[in-house]
């Protein structure tokens, strides 16, 4: 009973962000536009949105020229529930080739998304050029109210960065009790650690095809196929044929010493090439990926205070069960093996 507060913790967790990521609706937002092409003079575009209140009263849309300058434009018409109509002329030559999308009320705060438009005639700058600028009071006001916040392209994906992300956290933390155990079997020959990397492994490998299934969803949602070439995926894969290879290899020696010896070595190099395959590579290579190949971490972008709330507590969680479970399967082991001495006494 004296280790039960931890457990109850975990359950108690894994609750909590089930029911905030299938609950807590997410954030409103700028989807896109129906043609990104401007030419000069008036022109006339559509601008999607998702869950945002365009029907309030003081609805403002803009265009960005860059961070301080911004073009007025008319809202003509609210088509449907998650489309805009907006009119704005551009001159001949205007001052920037890519702008952005502003848009701000009251209810949602400011929504943007960033190079929506571009500009297909004139010069990229002109000084003398006449540039209807509007004074925007509202470019630092946020939507404060309760939500999972809105990413192009990932929308409501999101939610599973609650799932996918905590899969690779519990299996390094997994795989690195087995590290561990691994180094002390070598050093003092218990065959307690023996076990103990056996079972960290064994419930390391459960974690390494879940965050491979999660991932997989999420790649076909956001890039559009569930496999892609990219270097964190094809190393997540080598690293599960690698350890898929630990088991292998200790159910091929029948000597138990002989089998402890060479698995524990194995299993040293298997989470040194575990390391390298998806935390030193990826960052040095192009990569699709949050944080990897130039592209920022999900701590620059969206992973703001409410998602703090969630994943932080989700990565607990997550290794928490999973911790649970290697403890049972290292208990398990322990009986097997009493009950093979008993048998063969």
């Known amino acids: 009973m004296r280790h039960l507060w931890w457990k109850?913790?975990?359950?108690?967790?894994l609750a909590y962000i089930t029911v905030f990521s299938l609950t807590v609706p997410l954030g409103p937002g700028v989807i896109g536009v129906d043609q990104a092409a401007?030419?000069?003079g008036e022109n006339t575009r559509l601008i999607q949105t998702y869950n945002a209140h365009l029907d309030a009263a003081d609805l403002q849309v803009f265009l960005g020229v860059d961070d301080s300058s911004y073009l007025c434009t008319e809202i003509l018409e609210i088509v449907e529930h998650d489309?805009?109509?907006?009119?704005?002329?551009l001159p001949e030559n205007a001052p920037n080739k890519s702008f952005n999308v502003l848009m701000n009320n009251a209810t949602d705060g400011t929504m943007f998304f960033p190079n929506a438009f571009r500009y297909a005639e004139g010069s990229s700058s002109s000084e003398n050029t006449a540039w209807d600028i509007c004074t925007v009071s509202v470019e630092n006001q946020f939507n404060t109210a309760f939500s999972i916040p809105f990413q192009p392209i990932i929308y409501e994906s999101i939610r599973n960065l609650m799932f996918h992300v905590p899969m690779w956290f519990t299996m390094f933390f997994l795989m690195g009790i087995g590290l561990v155990a691994s180094i002390r079997y070598l050093a003092k020959g218990d065959v307690s650690m023996d076990l103990k990397a056996l079972a960290s492994v064994q419930v390391g490998l459960v974690f390494c095809v879940l965050g491979l299934i999660t991932g997989s969803v999420w790649a076909r949602f956001t890039w559009g196929a569930w496999w892609v070439n990219d270097p964190q995926l094809n190393g997540a894969l080598v690293t599960f044929l690698i350890y898929v290879a630990y088991i292998i290899l200790r159910n091929s020696i029948e000597d138990d010493q002989k089998r402890a010896r060479i698995a524990a070595v194995f299993n040293i190099f298997a989470f040194v090439i575990l390391f390298v395959l998806l935390m030193v590579l990826p960052r040095f290579s192009e990569s699709l990926h949050p944080g990897k190949g130039g592209n920022p971490a999900f701590n620059k972008y969206d992973l703001d205070n409410t998602l703090r709330m969630v994943f932080y507590p989700a990565v607990i969680a997550w290794i928490l069960l999973g911790y649970w479970i290697y403890q049972l399967r290292?208990?398990?082991?322990r009986i097997e093996k009493k009950y093979y001495y008993h048998e063969n006494v």
């Open 8 to 13: 109850v913790l975990c359950g108690l967790l």
């Open 330 to 333: 290292l208990r398990l082991h």
């Open 83 to 89: 489309l805009v109509k907006v009119s704005f002329t």
């Open 38 to 40: 401007l030419t000069s």
